[in-house]
Protein backbone atom coordinates (compact mmCIF):
# COMPACT_ATOMS: atom_id res chain seq x y z
CA UNK A 1 0.00 0.00 0.00
CA UNK A 2 2.41 2.42 0.85
CA UNK A 3 4.53 1.87 -2.59
CA UNK A 4 1.34 2.89 -4.42
CA UNK A 5 0.75 6.01 -2.68
CA UNK A 6 4.55 6.95 -3.13
CA UNK A 7 3.69 6.02 -6.69
CA UNK A 8 0.59 8.49 -7.26
CA UNK A 9 2.33 11.10 -4.83
CA UNK A 10 5.27 10.74 -7.73
CA UNK A 11 3.16 11.10 -10.56
CA UNK A 12 0.78 14.12 -9.26
CA UNK A 13 4.16 15.69 -8.12
CA UNK A 14 5.71 15.43 -11.36
CA UNK A 15 2.30 16.74 -12.91
CA UNK A 16 2.36 19.80 -10.47
CA UNK A 17 6.09 20.76 -11.40
CA UNK A 18 5.40 20.73 -15.06
CA UNK A 19 1.90 22.35 -14.87
CA UNK A 20 3.83 25.26 -12.89
CA UNK A 21 7.08 25.62 -14.49
CA UNK A 22 7.37 28.72 -15.98
CA UNK A 23 8.58 28.13 -20.05
CA UNK A 24 11.63 30.71 -21.17
CA UNK A 25 15.26 32.00 -20.31
CA UNK A 26 17.03 34.88 -20.03
CA UNK A 27 15.79 38.42 -21.02
CA UNK A 28 17.41 38.16 -24.66
CA UNK A 29 19.21 40.19 -27.36
CA UNK A 30 18.57 43.66 -27.90
CA UNK A 31 16.23 43.69 -31.13
CA UNK A 32 17.80 45.15 -34.74
CA UNK A 33 15.33 47.68 -35.76
CA UNK A 34 13.44 45.83 -38.23
CA UNK A 35 12.24 43.45 -35.31
CA UNK A 36 11.26 45.72 -32.74
CA UNK A 37 7.85 45.58 -31.28
CA UNK A 38 6.01 48.26 -28.55
CA UNK A 39 5.82 47.49 -25.19
CA UNK A 40 2.45 46.98 -25.49
CA UNK A 41 2.08 44.73 -28.03
CA UNK A 42 5.20 42.08 -26.48
CA UNK A 43 2.77 42.58 -22.94
CA UNK A 44 -0.22 41.08 -24.95
CA UNK A 45 1.74 38.06 -26.92
CA UNK A 46 3.29 37.45 -23.06
CA UNK A 47 6.62 37.65 -25.05
CA UNK A 48 9.83 39.82 -23.78
CA UNK A 49 12.59 37.90 -24.66
CA UNK A 50 14.31 38.89 -28.01
CA UNK A 51 16.59 36.55 -30.08
CA UNK A 52 17.87 37.28 -33.63
CA UNK A 53 17.55 34.20 -35.90
CA UNK A 54 18.95 35.70 -39.26
CA UNK A 55 20.05 38.97 -39.67
CA UNK A 56 20.23 40.88 -43.12
CA UNK A 57 23.41 41.01 -45.57
CA UNK A 58 25.50 43.97 -45.60
CA UNK A 59 25.65 43.98 -49.52
CA UNK A 60 24.17 46.91 -50.81
CA UNK A 61 22.13 44.53 -53.41
CA UNK A 62 19.26 41.67 -53.16
CA UNK A 63 16.96 40.56 -50.78
CA UNK A 64 17.31 41.67 -47.34
CA UNK A 65 15.79 38.66 -45.63
CA UNK A 66 15.66 38.78 -41.25
CA UNK A 67 14.39 36.34 -39.10
CA UNK A 68 13.24 37.60 -35.63
CA UNK A 69 11.49 35.76 -32.62
CA UNK A 70 10.34 37.22 -29.57
CA UNK A 71 9.62 34.17 -26.75
CA UNK A 72 9.16 34.38 -23.10
CA UNK A 73 11.29 35.54 -19.95
CA UNK A 74 11.13 33.13 -17.23
CA UNK A 75 9.32 34.26 -14.32
CA UNK A 76 7.76 37.07 -16.25
CA UNK A 77 5.62 36.56 -19.35
CA UNK A 78 3.59 33.56 -17.43
CA UNK A 79 3.24 29.75 -17.70
CA UNK A 80 1.67 29.24 -20.61
CA UNK A 81 3.88 28.36 -23.89
CA UNK A 82 3.66 31.39 -26.52
CA UNK A 83 6.14 32.43 -29.60
CA UNK A 84 5.69 35.21 -31.79
CA UNK A 85 8.31 35.02 -34.91
CA UNK A 86 8.74 36.35 -38.46
CA UNK A 87 10.56 36.80 -41.30
CA UNK A 88 11.19 39.86 -43.15
CA UNK A 89 12.30 39.95 -47.09
CA UNK A 90 12.96 43.24 -47.97
CA UNK A 91 13.10 43.36 -52.06
CA UNK A 92 13.49 47.62 -51.99
CA UNK A 93 17.45 47.18 -52.41
CA UNK A 94 16.85 43.71 -55.13
CA UNK A 95 17.87 45.62 -57.95
CA UNK A 96 18.33 49.54 -59.57
CA UNK A 97 14.66 48.96 -61.31
CA UNK A 98 11.85 49.76 -58.83
CA UNK A 99 9.36 47.75 -60.49
CA UNK A 100 10.79 44.92 -60.52
CA UNK A 101 12.02 44.49 -56.73
CA UNK A 102 7.90 45.04 -56.82
CA UNK A 103 7.65 41.96 -59.10
CA UNK A 104 9.93 40.06 -56.52
CA UNK A 105 7.55 40.90 -53.34
CA UNK A 106 4.36 40.30 -55.33
CA UNK A 107 5.89 36.86 -56.51
CA UNK A 108 7.14 36.04 -52.86
CA UNK A 109 3.85 37.16 -51.84
CA UNK A 110 1.83 34.73 -53.97
CA UNK A 111 4.38 32.12 -53.14
CA UNK A 112 3.80 31.79 -49.84
CA UNK A 113 0.08 32.42 -50.55
CA UNK A 114 -0.22 28.84 -52.21
CA UNK A 115 0.84 27.34 -49.13
CA UNK A 116 -2.46 28.25 -47.76
CA UNK A 117 -4.34 25.74 -49.40
CA UNK A 118 -6.17 23.05 -47.51
CA UNK A 119 -6.01 25.74 -44.32
CA UNK A 120 -8.72 28.17 -43.01
CA UNK A 121 -7.14 30.95 -44.93
CA UNK A 122 -9.01 34.34 -45.24
CA UNK A 123 -7.79 37.76 -47.26
CA UNK A 124 -7.47 41.06 -44.55
CA UNK A 125 -7.98 44.33 -45.30
CA UNK A 126 -6.10 47.40 -44.20
CA UNK A 127 -2.95 45.77 -43.58
CA UNK A 128 -0.31 46.87 -46.42
CA UNK A 129 -0.99 45.95 -50.18
CA UNK A 130 -2.35 42.67 -49.52
CA UNK A 131 -2.83 40.78 -46.50
CA UNK A 132 -3.73 36.92 -45.54
CA UNK A 133 -4.30 35.15 -42.14
CA UNK A 134 -3.96 30.99 -41.73
CA UNK A 135 -5.82 29.91 -38.57
CA UNK A 136 -5.92 26.15 -37.98
CA UNK A 137 -8.59 24.08 -39.95
CA UNK A 138 -9.03 21.54 -37.21
CA UNK A 139 -8.53 21.61 -32.80
CA UNK A 140 -5.50 20.74 -31.70
CA UNK A 141 -3.55 21.24 -28.38
CA UNK A 142 -1.28 24.06 -29.90
CA UNK A 143 -2.72 27.09 -31.46
CA UNK A 144 -0.49 28.20 -34.45
CA UNK A 145 -2.05 31.46 -36.84
CA UNK A 146 0.10 32.65 -39.35
CA UNK A 147 -0.22 36.29 -41.47
CA UNK A 148 1.75 36.91 -44.34
CA UNK A 149 1.59 40.64 -45.23
CA UNK A 150 2.50 42.74 -47.97
CA UNK A 151 3.54 46.56 -48.29
CA UNK A 152 5.39 47.72 -51.26
CA UNK A 153 8.39 45.84 -51.96
CA UNK A 154 8.77 44.26 -48.02
CA UNK A 155 6.97 41.30 -47.41
CA UNK A 156 6.14 39.79 -43.90
CA UNK A 157 5.69 36.42 -42.44
CA UNK A 158 4.61 36.44 -38.97
CA UNK A 159 3.42 33.48 -37.06
CA UNK A 160 2.11 33.43 -33.36
CA UNK A 161 2.08 30.15 -31.62
CA UNK A 162 1.50 28.57 -28.05
CA UNK A 163 -0.98 26.38 -25.99
CA UNK A 164 -2.12 26.50 -22.46
CA UNK A 165 -0.84 24.58 -20.00
CA UNK A 166 -3.20 22.05 -18.32
CA UNK A 167 -2.55 20.02 -15.08
CA UNK A 168 -3.56 16.47 -16.94
CA UNK A 169 -3.02 17.59 -20.70
CA UNK A 170 -2.37 21.15 -22.37
CA UNK A 171 -4.66 22.90 -24.85
CA UNK A 172 -5.54 25.17 -27.73
CA UNK A 173 -5.75 28.89 -26.46
CA UNK A 174 -8.16 30.96 -28.72
CA UNK A 175 -7.74 31.78 -31.94
CA UNK A 176 -8.68 34.69 -31.77
CA UNK A 177 -6.49 36.19 -29.19
CA UNK A 178 -3.54 34.50 -31.84
CA UNK A 179 -5.08 36.18 -34.61
CA UNK A 180 -5.42 39.55 -32.90
CA UNK A 181 -1.30 39.18 -31.70
CA UNK A 182 -0.46 38.75 -35.32
CA UNK A 183 -2.47 41.35 -36.97
CA UNK A 184 -1.00 44.01 -34.33
CA UNK A 185 1.87 42.73 -35.20
CA UNK A 186 1.17 43.51 -38.68
CA UNK A 187 0.14 47.11 -38.12
CA UNK A 188 3.46 48.18 -36.38
CA UNK A 189 5.90 46.47 -39.02
CA UNK A 190 3.85 48.16 -41.98
CA UNK A 191 3.79 51.17 -40.52
CA UNK A 192 7.46 51.91 -40.53
Not at 184 to 190: H, I, Q, R, S
Request: hydrophobic share 35%.
Amino acid sequence: MGVVVLVVGGVFGKLYLDYSDEPGGGPGEQPIAQCELSAELRAQAHVSSFRLVQAPHDSEKGMKQSHCAWEQTKGKDGRDPRVLSFLVYDFSRFSDKQDRNLEQAKSNYSGFNSYASGEQAKPLQGLGDEAIVVVPSSRADLTEVNLLVRKGAVVWNIRYSGRDKGFFSDSEFPVEDAEAVVRKTAEELTKR
